[in-house]
């Protein structure tokens, strides 16, 4: 190992001998921060990664080793010392692995000077430092094997320049053999091969952050190759050509042979294992979660994940194949035999293909492909089928997949988040496929449900609702082989062993007036109690036996986990627009990005709130933007959340709608909303707009003047409304919040908690703006009056608007839990205020009005609507690439905590959320640019005057007697004077 580290140590003095390691790492130091800031366009990215670093490593390092390598054993021939290095008394294998660490230390080197970059990303955002690693280590991997092809190369030449271009050719041939150029040409299963060979796409694996002993073995067999043949080369060299070393040379090939051979069978043998790899990222976003392990662990019955693929498929989607493959056969792992994986192509099967277009509905996808003379539209599947039982879903390509446009105008096809998009739709199945029956029989302990009623002052009109309740909780209780008991119980008797005032302080119960002027009361109420949970059951409806049906084994899934959770939505009717010569247009608003996002884990419905009810199977009540409202609605709301109900809100004060004759965007007070009902809660939506100087851009129309002549263009500039909330804004020890790098609310009102209405109540402040920001309301004098949301440049050109005075920080979302006051406390049921007494419904005469909640009680208000209409949406998908998605996860996230389901809040925040960087202007990016670029020359500089340094101070070299040249071999070969050495 000494004479190996003397002949690098060797190596490295020549280097820096000379100029030429300074000027091959300056070379490769200025195209990697060129293509950096300006090839990819970084800033312009916005999102805090050093994915652009690395994406031109491969093809920078060709070079940048080429030029290393070539002079390594061309100048030994040219110059002639090669003969002497042979005849030292160091073996050959110590003289490659020399030269071999030499390069590797030195390309090393040249990569650590690029650690300014990561540095930066880090400073301007919430930087993953798994993928770094990854890159670096994959860069190092890369020029390992680079410089073994180069070392190889040059010991079959003497001419430098001969070896850099042969170099140059086969490195180059490595990397474009798995790249998607060559792989388009191909079919699947041939394109799959030829990644596997191709030194870009293991680069690729490892560079995300994810260490796969596959890869290792691949950069450890190709460099060990390419080492092999170079030792062979300098060996046949060395040897005469006769019959006397005849038998010297067959050996060596053949041991040559077979380790090449030996390194070749072990990659082949290694490439099925998919299982042995280390996840670098922060969120091990590339392994299976604890929660999807959970749920594979606790199937009842087989689950069937059968992946339709066709061989010939798009060229952007046909990389993804071999990754989702790896994907489902680790869920197949995981299930410990409960999943059935299949992977086929249906052009091969005509039976599946059948039963796929026939039963599943699964038919081919059109795919327009652009070839070099002609353009062809082929047929393909890219379709995972997930079946349970009688319960299926199935997942197509654009449910799995995004697509991203840089600013060349190069597309991007990247799996969005496939184990999200699996394990929410393997749960989808699993729990729409369990029965009542199945939550019970998986219960630990038995369930109880006790009716707490008053026989004998129930009203006649709902003398028969106690015998339906029992003869519905008998009849479960009879098919649950012991784990449902149900009891009924008198609270006003003395051997009840229960007081009236028992039941309000444990579960806020409280008796019922018989009639709206009478002071008779009576009990009608259930508690079911499941393991360490209990909860109040409120029957709805008509109180007929299918609504109690319904109600007692709602509340038996909700205290499951086994069963899929219900989410009651209400969006604002669908209303078109008018433009200013009256003709109608699609509305401005709508929401379908938002409800097919909540359909992948939740049933998902619409609800008409005009009933006053929420069905009982609701388990939690999603509001946008409410208006137009009456006192029923707000009362279906008031008492779903008294019954202990879940309620998230979306709503600021007001609303953007088009203005009819400008045809601009202007803002409109929100009418008869649940502003009053939410102030009743302690939280006040108030009546104005927060500005933040910290905010993302908008699309704004700029006239410009051009050679005399008005052109209208489309520019980002700053728009105080889209409030940027970062990190440091949130509270991120919430679990709504603590995965959400940052979140953009648009057009949002602040919110005021009341301290003495929350006094005993678990309340947080989710979201605020920075301390540079402030709020805008309308003209007071004018009645309906709503903020100018329009800026004006002219007047203010650095934001649009007037800076306010008084700036400060303003909540803008908030969670409350705890036990809530009805807001109709007191007050007339809205239900029985009706034309028509005989209208009024069981249900209404049952449940009066609910006045208090218990303490399970949760309400999540967030003080904007508009950051999940699909129009935000678009706008800043097309600024901001796919940063909106945080906006609908926030939204998923206080969904998963209302009804505490945080095992998808987990899997889904692994990873997806888009690391953002700090919003910077012009000035600062240069800066930051410019930084870079000083660091680097600086850290050059430094680099060669140490070396200079060092090499001075050295002792020359001295030629040692040939006496001596066993023990100081290595020494003599410094020397590159031929005649000197001859002397």
Request: hydrophobic share 45%.
């Amino acid at each position: 190992m000494n004479q190996i580290l003397a002949i690098t140590r060797k190596e490295l003095r020549g280097y820096f001998g000379s100029p030429m390691a300074i000027i091959f790492i300056g070379a490769f130091l200025a195209a990697t921060l060129f293509t950096f800031f300006w090839v990819a366009t970084f800033f312009s990215r916005g999102i805090a990664d050093v994915r652009p670093l690395f994406q031109w490593t491969p093809v920078l390092l060709i070079f940048l080793v080429a030029a290393l390598t070539m002079r390594q054993w061309s100048e030994e021939q040219r110059a002639g010392t090669l003969e002497i290095l042979l005849t030292l008394p160091v073996s050959t294998v110590q003289l490659v692995l020399g030269k071999f660490l030499a390069v590797v230390a030195l390309v090393a080197l040249a990569l650590a000077l690029t650690f300014f970059l990561p540095l930066t990303v880090a400073f301007l955002g919430n930087l993953d430092w798994g993928p770094v690693v990854g890159g670096y280590l994959a860069s190092i991997l890369l020029a390992a094997a680079y410089a073994a092809i180069g070392l190889a190369v040059s010991s079959r030449t003497d001419n430098q320049i001969v070896a850099l271009i042969s170099t140059v050719l086969l490195c180059g041939v490595l990397y474009l053999v798995g790249s998607a150029g060559i792989t388009n040409f191909v079919g699947q299963n041939a394109g799959e091969i030829l990644r596997a060979i191709g030194v870009g796409s293991r680069f690729e694996s490892i560079q995300r952050g994810v260490v796969d002993l596959r890869d290792l073995l691949y950069y450890a067999t190709l460099t060990g190759i390419f080492l092999v043949l170079n030792v062979l080369s300098l060996k046949m060299k060395s040897w005469s050509h006769g019959e006397r070393t005849r038998q010297q040379r067959t050996a060596l090939k053949l041991t040559s042979v077979l380790l090449v051979a030996n390194l070749v069978v072990a990659n082949v043998w290694a490439y099925p294992l998919n299982g042995l790899r280390v996840d670098l990222t922060e969120q091990r976003e590339f392994s299976l979660s604890q929660a999807t392990r959970d749920l594979l662990n606790n199937l009842q019955e087989p689950l069937l994940i059968r992946g339709y693929f066709s061989a010939k498929t798009h060229p952007l989607l046909a990389p993804l194949v071999p990754t989702v493959r790896d994907m489902l056969r680790e869920y197949e792992i995981a299930s410990r035999g409960m999943v059935q994986l299949e992977i086929i192509d249906p052009a091969e099967d005509p039976d599946k293909e059948a039963e796929a277009n026939q039963v599943y509905g699964i038919s081919p996808s059109p795919f327009q492909i652009s070839e070099r003379y002609e353009t062809s539209v082929i047929n393909a599947y890219f379709d995972i089928l997930i079946r349970y039982g009688d319960q299926s879903q199935v997942l197509n390509f654009e449910d799995l997949i995004e697509v991203q446009q840089d600013t060349a105008g190069s597309v991007a096809v990247t799996l969005r988040n496939l184990e999200y998009d699996l394990t929410s739709t393997i749960k989808k199945t699993v729990y729409g496929f369990q029965s009542i029956d199945a939550v019970l029989a998986a219960l630990a302990e038995p369930a109880t449900l006790t009716l707490y009623v008053t026989e004998s002052t129930v009203p006649t009109t709902l003398a028969d609702v106690p015998e339906t309740i029992r003869r519905v909780a008998e009849e479960i209780a009879t098919r649950s082989e012991g784990k449902f008991v149900f009891r009924a119980v008198d609270p006003t008797a003395a051997a009840s062993g229960v007081t009236p005032q028992q039941l309000y302080e444990t579960y806020g119960i409280q008796p019922y007036s018989a009639s709206l002027f009478s002071s008779d009361t009576y009990y009608l109420s259930m508690v079911l109690e499941a393991g360490e949970s209990a909860s109040p059951v409120y029957p709805s409806g008509d109180l007929s036996e299918a609504d109690i049906r319904t109600t007692i084994e709602s509340a038996l899934k909700r205290a499951s986990s086994g069963f899929l959770k219900v989410v009651g939505l209400w969006v604002p009717p669908a209303t078109p627009t008018t433009d200013m010569y009256g003709q109608q247009q699609q509305p401005l608003q709508s929401w379908e990005a938002l409800t097919q996002a909540l359909g992948q884990e939740y049933e998902v419905r619409t609800l008409d709130l005009s009933t006053g009810q929420v069905p009982a199977d609701v388990d939690v009540l999603v509001l946008i933007a409410p208006e137009n409202w009456s006192d029923k609605e707000r009362y279906a709301v008031d008492q779903y959340l008294m019954r202990g109900g879940a309620v998230v809100v979306a709503s600021g004060s007001y609303k953007i709608a088009l203005d009819s004759w400008s045809g601009g965007l202007v803002a409109q007070p929100l009418v008869s909303g649940v502003a009053s009902l939410l102030e009743s809660y302690g939280v006040q939506v108030e009546s104005s707009l927060v500005l933040d100087t910290r905010n993302e851009p908008f699309p704004v129309a700029v006239n410009r003047t051009v050679s005399g002549f008005q052109v209208q263009e489309i520019q980002a500039v700053a728009y105080p409304f889209f409030v940027d909330v970062r990190n440091d804004a949130m509270a991120q020890d919430h679990p709504v919040v603590s995965n959400l790098p940052a979140v953009t609310l648009n057009w949002a009102s602040p919110l005021a908690l009341d301290e003495a209405k929350n006094a005993e109540r678990e309340v947080t402040v989710l979201l605020q703006s920075t301390e540079d920001s402030w709020k805008l309301s309308g003209d007071a004098t004018m009645l309906g009056s709503a903020p100018n949301i329009q800026p004006d440049f002219d007047t203010y050109p650095e934001l649009g608007f007037a800076a306010g005075t008084a700036q400060q920080s303003y909540p803008l979302a908030a969670v409350v839990q705890g036990t809530f006051a009805s807001a109709f406390s007191g007050k007339p049921s809205p239900l029985e205020a009706t034309e028509n007494p005989t209208a009024t419904t069981a249900a209404s005469q049952t449940a009066g009005t609910i006045e208090v909640s218990p303490e399970g009680a949760r309400l999540v208000v967030i003080g904007s609507s508009e950051f999940l209409d699909d129009l935000v949406f678009n706008l800043s998908s097309r600024l901001s690439g796919d940063r909106y998605l945080n906006s609908i996860k926030l939204l998923q996230n206080a969904i998963a905590w209302a009804t505490e389901d945080l095992d998808l809040l987990t899997i889904r925040t692994r990873g997806t959320s888009v690391r953002v960087l700090a919003p910077l202007d012009d000035r600062a990016r240069s800066m930051a640019e410019a930084a870079n670029y000083v660091l680097a020359f600086l850290a050059l500089l430094m680099l060669g005057v140490v070396w200079s340094v060092r090499l001075r101070n050295e002792k020359p070299v001295e030629l040692l007697p040939a006496h001596e040249l066993k023990f100081k071999g290595v020494a003599l070969a410094s020397a590159t004077d031929k005649e000197e050495v001859e002397a």
